[in-house]
């Protein structure tokens, strides 16, 4: 199985500020890198996929990049609203694994 | 616009078969994959399998041949069945929609989830 290791695993913030979500996988995966937030109570939310792809209706502080086995979420001028968990998957072989996550939350 | 809407029990007993549909609205099930996820209390995601709509599946080895996932295109709804659950299987369940070609696999439409405990 491809393991997919995502960091950090919390990450403490502020309104306006810049932040960035590294996943690095044990072999290449291509561009099959997919980005999500997940809020309690709700269902995941796809972000970013193929690695760069922003998802239609996702605002445009967010992207993403990387190629193989190095990639990144970037977050510009956090919003209230973007306090969450973050999880990349990738979906270059069976299983499709996820990251460990990534809980943003308010400084 | 595409609904995806999990059932099933909230509570099954140990070493009984958690059984779980997935109902879905908006469009056909004709087509596509469609996936199950969970998230165990307090942990992450993980992927539990997928199906493709003529019934082509492909599951996490880590279920170790317990999950069956199966599709009823005449239903529009796909099920998941996991065997001998313990307590480690308590989570909350998640279908998703899968898409191909540009998306590669990535999963553009999530149920809500329904929260399953394994307990006698």
């Known amino acids: 199985d491809i393991q997919v290791t995502q960091s950090p695993s919390s990450l403490s913030a502020s309104i306006g500020d810049t932040v960035t979500i590294t996943c690095r996988a044990s072999?290449?995966?291509?561009?099959?890198l997919h980005w999500y937030q997940h809020k309690p109570g709700k269902a995941p939310h796809l972000l970013i996929y193929?690695?760069?792809t922003l998802q239609s209706g996702v605002p445009s502080r967010f992207s993403g990049s990387g190629f193989t086995t190095e990639f990144t979420l970037t977050i510009s001028s956090l919003q209230p609203e973007d306090f969450a968990t973050y999880y990349c998957q990738q979906t270059y072989s069976h299983p499709h694994t996820f990251g460990q996550g990534t809980k943003l939350e308010i400084k | 616009q595409v609904q995806l809407q999990e059932s099933g029990p909230g509570l099954v007993k140990p070493s009984e078969t958690l059984s779980l549909t997935c109902t879905v609205s908006g469009a056909s099930i004709s087509g596509l994959y469609w996936s199950w996820i969970r998230q165990p209390p307090g942990k992450g995601l993980e992927w539990i399998g997928n199906v493709y709509y003529s019934g082509g599946t492909n599951y996490n080895p880590s279920f170790k041949g317990r999950v069956t996932i199966s599709v009823d295109m005449s239903k529009n709804q796909f099920s998941l069945n996991l065997s001998s659950v313990t307590a480690a299987d308590t989570a909350l369940y998640y279908c998703?929609?899968?898409?191909?070609?540009?998306?590669?696999?990535?999963?553009?439409?999530w149920g809500q989830g329904t929260s399953v405990t394994v307990s006698s």
């Open positions: 998703a929609r899968v898409l191909v070609g540009s998306h590669c696999y990535a999963m553009d439409v």
């Open positions: 193929t690695a760069t």
């Open positions: 072999q290449t995966l291509d561009r099959y």
